[in-house]
Structure formats: C-alpha cells, structure tokens
C-alpha cells in the first residue's frame, strides 16, 4: 500500500509529534513499511536525559542534621532540580528525531505513573522506562518495578514479612499488569507477601537489592498457584495470564489509535503481544503496518493528547522560552506536568481532557505565541500583568521562519492551501483561503502567518 | 520574511458563508432559556457546593472516637490522643488539624454523617472514585456521573453547562452526564483570553456539525458551550469581589471563586472542587498534615465568608472522599485503603446538626475495614430531594431512602 499524503501525515501524527512539510511531501508514495522502518531507525539510539549527576548535592539521601535555613535551601535546590529534569526532556522532544521512542517514553511513564522525591531518581526512573520503550515488556517491568523511585512511591521499602504494605502489589496487578476485575483482595495481599524484601539502598550510588531479612518466605497463593513466590515470580506469573497483554493492547490502542475502544484489534493486538513474548516492537509494528489503521475512521478521528498537542505545536513553532516558567506552565494547562502525576493512575485521555477551562487554553496558546511572541519576543500570559493572579506571566517566541521557508516558493494561494492541509489534515469550508480577502496592504509572509494563527484555533487542530 | 503584527486587527474578513455569525453574540440572555428557570421554581436560589477529598481521607483521624479503645489499639502510632483532640462530646474529638469543623460544630452549621459507604466496596482509588461519581456501586458501573446527570434531568438543551460548574481546569467524572456535561472554569474575571476564533463571523459552531467525525463533533459542540457560557459567567461575575481574605493555595482560590460567582448571584446550582493529596500510605502524621491544613484554612475562609454574606442560608457543603482508611495502621506510619467513611455536610438550614449518628462498631469489621451503615446515594438522594428538590430517582436510577440531615 502507496501512503498518500493523508496517510503519511497520519503515520508521523500517531508515532510521533509530527513531520516538517517538506519532509512529509517524501513520504509521498512510499509504502506504510518503509516510512515506519525509517521512524524505528530514527529511534534506535537512546538519547538519555541529563539533567543532573549523581554528584549533584540534590541527588544522594535527605542530608541529616541540616539547621532549618539548611532545609529551606535544599528544598529550593531540589525542586530546581526537578524542574531541569523535567524541562531538559520536554525540550529534548522539541528537538528530537528519536520520535517513537519519546512517544511510547511519554506512554509508559503515564502507564507506570510515578513521582520521586529525589530529582535524579527521577530522571534514572525515565531514562530506564526510555531505554526499554520499545524492547520487551518484561524487562520494561522488572526494571521499573525494581527501580528505588517506584519502590519509594508506592511504599515497597515498608513492605515487610511482619508488617505488609499492599500498595506496590495493588497498583502493580491493578495499573502495571493484569488490570482491574482480574484478581482479587486476597492476590493483593498474598502478591505484597511475595514483594517483601525488595527494597533499595544508596551506597555512593542508588541500588535495588534483595533483603532477604524481610522477605516472608512461606508458601502463598496467588491467582490458583501455591508456592514460595518472590515478586519476580509474581511478574512471571502475571504475564503468563493473558490478561496482562489485554490489558496493555488496550491502554497501547486507546495512545495511539483511537479514543473508542475496537474489541475485535484489541484482541487481535493483545494476540500477537502474548505470542510474541510481550515483544513491544512488534505490537507498534502490526498496529502502524495494519490497513485499518489508515482508514477514515481512524484518521483524524482522535483527540491530541496532551504531549500530541504540546510537543507537536512546541516543534513546528520552535517555541522556545528563555525562562523555564512558561514551559512549566504550559504542561499544567495542557493536563500533562511530565513526571508529576495527579496520582497513581496517570492522566486522562480522550474526551475527558476537553472541558471548557483547557479547549480555551488549547485554542488560546498558539496565537498568544505568535501574536505576541514575534515581534517581541515575550508575551504577558493570557493578557496578565497581575503578579496575583491565577494566570501567570509568561514569555515565550516562537520562530516561524524556518516553517514559513517550507512554503514561501508556492504562489501564495497554494502555500495557504497546501497549509491548511498541513496544519489540519483536512480540507476545512469555513476557512477557505480562496475567500480571503486580497491583503495586498499586507505581506505575503503576514498573510501566511496570519492565516496560520487562525487553523491553529479551530478544534480541527484539536485532532489527530 | 517579515513579520510585524502586533496589536495588528483582524483582517482577514468573510466574503460571505451562509448561516454564519449568528450564535457568536454575547448572549448570555438566551443562556438562561435553556433551562428550567431554576431560581423561581423549584430552587429558591438554592445551591450544592461539593468539595471532594481525593486519595481517600482518613475518616477515623478527621472525626476522632475519643476514648476507644479498640482505636487506640489499632493505632498505636497513628491514633490522636485523647486529650489532643478538639473535644466535642464524650465520644468524638476532632483532629487539632480541622479546627474549622469544631467552629462549624459549636454554631451549629455542621452534621457529620458516619459510616458512609457502599454494597461491595472497592479499594481501588480510580474505581471507588468512579463510584462514588457515578453513584453507582461495587456490582454496578455506570458510565456517567450523577451531577452530570441531574443537568439532564433539569435541562432541556445544553445551553447552561455553568448550572454545574467545577472550580479548576479539569472536569471530573461526576460532571459528565449521559447527555449533558457540566463546565469548568478557573476564573471567569479573565475575559480577554478568549480565542478570537471564537468571535470569528465566519464560523458557526453550530451550523452543520461534522455528525460522521464524533471526537470533532464533540470538539464543535464544547466551544459552542464555551462560547455562551464565558459570556454569562464574566457578565455576571464582573462586580463581585469577596472582601475575606484567603490563603493563596490553589485550594482556597477555589473556594474564592465559588464564593464570588455565589455572591454575584450566578445561576448555578452545583459547584465542584476537588481537593488532592490524601493517600496516606506512609507517615501519615508528617503526610497527612498540609493536605489538610490547606482543606482546613480553605474552609474556614470560605464558610465565614459565606456566612457573612448571608449565602450559607442558601448553600449546602457536601465534603466526601473516595474511601476512608483501613481500622489497624500499616508499619510504615499510615493507613491502607479502606472503605466507609463520614461525609461532612455544612449549613445553616441543617435539620439534625452535629454528630449524625455513630461511627460503626470497631469490634465488627469486614476484612479489617469498617462497614458502612448508610449508602452514600442517600446522602446524594437526601440532597436531590430536599435542598435541590429534583426528583432523586431520576437522577440516580433507583430509590433511595432520604435521610433526616435536612
């Protein structure tokens, strides 16, 4: 199959944040294949995140002994840490080629929600979910069950032979495997007897280790098997019940497909995911290879989700902000605060991450930037200069220049149609660019840009 | 290329799309058409403010059973001490931390329903939060949320998503009805932010829907709503000014803008916030403190400065959690999840104010988790039929027997 430009757009929108307009017109003709081939080879470096060492003074233990003014400026340092973190990846996918590996980096970090008290366990937590991201789910699984964040979070290091802590083994059948309605209380309890001693230490570095102390090592039941179970044989024991691979087809589906749910892919998808050994790669290469993944009722039929939209406008706007705040803010309104989490389960998704307070905003972003943004370069957030109020001052730019060069040798009536295609995948009526009115006081370059700013706030954008 | 468009007015202008521009009016006037005219007939101008404590909230650390010995027991390092509790009766303290319940219990404005949960609890945070949106239960999942759903049973169009408004950027579950869906707002003084689009002539929102794309349809229909209900909320609300001073947390700003929407006399009947951050698995006594510190001093600004206004004569607080907490404390300082819970309710037309009636027997546990005595969906029966005066089994799909708290 020959991918039109409707269908190369689409490629590039669901693996990815998107594709430069000339890039996209070489796809032109290329079979789904080919072009998927090129974006898994474009991601098979892993570019890790760098924001801090291990030498950092952020990055060990909570000092003892600190006097109260100590603790102040530690907790200043590290909350300045987090936010390196965070925003040296946000920025990283703003320029990244490694498109598909970020994505599905985006994906699991949600699937395994976490949020860390220690900045550069942090980033360890991410750089491991990005280096298994596309390899094999159970490796994914362990390294992130055993990872000192996670046990940290969801309280593992508490979980001992005489006093249990449920809360690692509940999210972890609950959110990580099986999901919901396939086990029962007495699984959680038995499964947090098998995690007890998987704990972490900080040794000059941060390590899992297995304290042997603590583990109970009694015999447990856990959905119908008996015996001495340690958490590796949970995690072995919970992919080998179909229900795991459902689970994630699902979740995996529901990211990159559709907002409505197919039973009949998903457990086509969950069929090859579970044949082939949770084998991540070849789940993502049968849903982007499949025909029905390029049919109408695919294409464009799907909310953006909030990195779809944020990393997708940041990249092609090249927005870019000299102070970190707006980029930190521009996550919160999205819905999407990269590693900070509103709770175990991640963020919504689909319908739920449209009501009125973040469509405004979504509508509203693009043109504060370039309206705002290029003469300037700054921008007053929403039109605010009151320090108190609830929308804060921003600044931002964004530079177009480099987009607009993509088109500037077409007449100027096809460089609108040909960017309204671009910007919308689709052909919309009320904003014909044949009906604008001649502009001749203006510039070409204005008009474009100009017309720009108005696709980029019809709720067509809103899709992908 | 160059670029200068500062403060540059539109320019590019129709040539003439029919059908187009004539919803793009601010007409906040034919925002209230849509609905039953709530304020004369059945409301009296009467409004829900619900405040949702996320996580699950430690219900036997809020309402104390002072005194128990089974409690203390169970909480060796968790339980508050007797004589540290806000004492309110020989059997009940309140947490040092919530002093603005005991405020509320001593003028008389609060009644704390205990044992409040479901038939087949569930533990799990999103699930048990779902249900208690939905309002349905451990054996039924509904899809869509009961407030949501009292839209649809009082609205004949979706003209007024506000009559149901989240304070926050995001919109709960329990907002989305089977037909209707509530709105959300974070501050509606900020008016100048609207999209331009959205005043643009040459689009109508309304006008050929793309029916054969549902998530665009969806998209079309939401900034039509927005379109309407921005008007209304900043028309209405732009004299209102609380002179109560309130804690800057996110909170409390809330809370701020419930209270001048109520003062300014919008026409809403339901608002919704949410509080996040009481999933206190592990040194719960560290942990548990700011969350509650900040629901704490958030309430207390806001029911005096309701009570000032005179709006609490016409404003019921609803204060619920997804669940409480396990009875035994875990080894790590705090409390797994658990099941029923007490809900708070504030007013001052409160027909049973005080301690509602007792917590459940500590000696008699499901599981280790205490079981609940009265279904939460009466709580919200009680609340459609009394103060809302909406028929409850419209809204909730079954009978519910009304409690006595109104």
Redesign the interface.
């Known amino acids: 199959m020959k991918l039109s430009q409707k269908e190369a757009r689409h490629i590039y929108q669901r693996a990815g944040f998107g594709v430069s307009y000339s890039a996209l017109q070489s796809k032109i003709g290329l079979t789904a294949a080919e072009v998927f081939q090129e974006i898994k080879h474009n991601s098979s470096a892993v570019q890790e995140t760098n924001a801090i060492g291990l030498s950092d003074r952020v990055s060990g233990p909570y000092p003892k002994g600190l006097s109260t003014a100590e603790q102040n400026d530690y907790r200043v340092a590290r909350a300045n840490s987090f936010v390196k973190v965070n925003l040296t990846w946000l920025r990283s996918m703003f320029n990244s080629k490694s498109d598909l590996r970020e994505k599905m980096t985006v994906f699991w970090h949600d699937h395994f929600a976490f949020i860390a008290k220690n900045p550069y366990l942090c980033q360890d937590l991410l750089n491991t979910i990005r280096k298994y991201a596309l390899g094999d789910f159970r490796s994914l699984l362990t390294n992130v069950s055993k990872h000192p964040a996670m046990l940290e979070f969801l309280d593992n290091q508490r979980n001992n032979r005489d006093a249990p802590n449920e809360n690692f083994a509940r999210e972890f059948l609950e959110l990580f495997t099986l999901g919901i309605g396939n086990y029962s209380e007495a699984d959680i309890k038995e499964a947090a007897r098998a995690f007890t001693g998987w704990k972490y230490k900080f040794d000059g570095s941060w390590q899992y280790y297995f304290d042997h102390k603590s583990h109970d090592d009694e015999p447990k039941t856990f959905l119908g098997e008996t015996g001495q179970f340690t958490g590796d044989d949970i995690i072995n024991i919970t992919l080998n019940h179909r229900a795991t691979a459902k689970h994630l087809a699902t979740k995996i589906y529901l990211f990159l497909v559709s907002d409505e749910p197919d039973e009949d892919r998903i457990d086509e998808l969950a069929d090859t995911f579970y044949q082939r050994g949770y084998n991540i790669e070849s789940l993502l290469d049968e849903i982007f290879m499949s025909e029905w993944f390029y049919s109408d009722e695919i294409i464009g039929s799907k909310i953006k989700s909030q990195m779809e939209y944020l990393v997708g406008l940041g990249r092609f706007l090249r927005i870019e902000c000299p102070q970190d705040y707006p980029l930190v803010v521009m996550q919160q309104y999205v819905g999407q605060h990269l590693l900070n989490p509103p709770n175990v389960g991640g963020w919504p998704s689909g319908r739920e991450l449209i009501n009125s307070s973040s469509l405004f905003f979504r509508m509203k972003l693009p043109q504060v930037i370039l309206d705002e943004g290029v003469e300037d370069e700054r921008f007053d957030f929403l039109g605010s200069s009151d320090s108190d109020d609830f929308y804060h001052k921003i600044r931002g730019s964004a530079d177009i220049s480099k987009f607009y060069s993509e088109f500037s040798d077409l007449p100027l009536e096809r460089a609108l149609m040909e960017l309204r295609f671009y910007v919308l995948g689709q052909e919309v009526e009320s904003v014909d660019p044949r009906r604008l009115e001649s502009g001749w006081f203006k510039s070409e370059g204005d008009i474009f840009v100009d017309y720009l700013k108005e696709l980029l706030q019809l709720p067509e954008y809103q899709l992908c | 290329?160059?670029?200068?468009?500062?403060h540059?007015r539109q320019?590019?202008?129709?040539?003439g799309?029919a059908g187009?521009g004539t919803l793009l009016l601010p007409n906040f006037l034919s925002a209230l058409s849509g609905c039953a005219d709530l304020s004369k007939v059945t409301l009296d101008g009467r409004r829900l403010v619900v405040i949702q404590l996320?996580?699950g909230n430690d219900g036997l650390n809020t309402l104390i059973p002072t005194g128990n010995d089974i409690y203390h027991r169970s909480r060796p390092n968790l339980a508050v001490a007797d004589n540290k509790t806000l004492k309110i009766t020989d059997q009940y303290g309140f947490n040092p931390s919530v002093d603005v319940f005991r405020w509320l219990y001593d003028e008389g404005l609060l009644s704390v329903v205990n044992g409040v949960g479901y038939p087949n609890p569930n533990?799990?945070?999103?699930?048990s939060m779902d249900i208690w949106q939905s309002a349905g239960d451990g054996n039924t999942e509904l899809a869509s949320g009961w407030v949501g759903r009292y839209l649809d049973a009082v609205c004949k169009d979706d003209s007024d998503?506000y009559k149901a408004l989240?304070v926050?950027?995001?919109?709960d579950?329990a907002l989305r009805g089977e037909l209707r869906?509530g709105?959300?707002?974070?501050?509606p003084s900020?008016h100048?932010?609207?999209?331009?689009?959205?005043r643009?002539q040459?689009?109508?929102?309304a006008y050929g829907l793309p029916a054969q794309?549902?998530?665009?349809h969806?998209?079309?229909k939401?900034?039509q709503?927005?379109q309407s209900?921005?008007d209304y909320l900043h028309e209405i609300s732009k004299t209102a000014d609380s002179k109560t001073s309130y804690p800057s947390t996110p909170f409390s700003?809330k809370l701020k803008t419930v209270s001048e929407l109520i003062s300014s006399g919008v026409d809403t009947s339901i608002y919704y916030v949410s509080h996040?951050g009481f999933?206190s698995?592990?040194n719960q006594n560290h942990f548990l403190n700011w969350p509650l510190k900040v629901f704490n001093e958030g309430l207390t600004a806001f029911t005096k400065d309701l009570r000032s206004s005179g709006a609490l004569d016409s404003t019921l607080v609803l204060v619920f959690s997804e669940f409480g907490r396990r009875v035994e404390e875990?080894?790590?300082g705090?409390t797994?999840?658990g099941t029923a819970n007490c809900v708070f309710l504030i007013g001052n037309q409160l027909n049973r104010a005080g301690i509602y009636n007792d917590i459940p027997d500590l000696s008699d546990l499901d599981?280790g988790d205490l079981k609940y005595s009265i279904d939460f969906r009466q709580v919200y029966a009680t609340i459609l039929d009394k103060w809302l005066k909406v028929d409850s089994e419209v809204v909730l799909k079954q009978k519910f027997e009304n409690l006595q708290f109104i």
């Open positions: 290329m160059s670029i200068h468009n500062k540059r320019f590019i202008k129709s040539t799309v187009a996320s996580g533990r799990s945070h999103f699930r998503p989240q926050g950027i995001k919109l579950m869906t709105f959300s707002v974070v501050d900020q100048d932010a609207i999209p331009s689009i959205m643009d040459r689009i109508d929102f794309n549902p998530a665009l969806y998209l079309y939401s900034v709503s927005i209900s921005t700003r996040e999933d698995h592990a875990n080894a790590s705090g797994d999840h599981n």
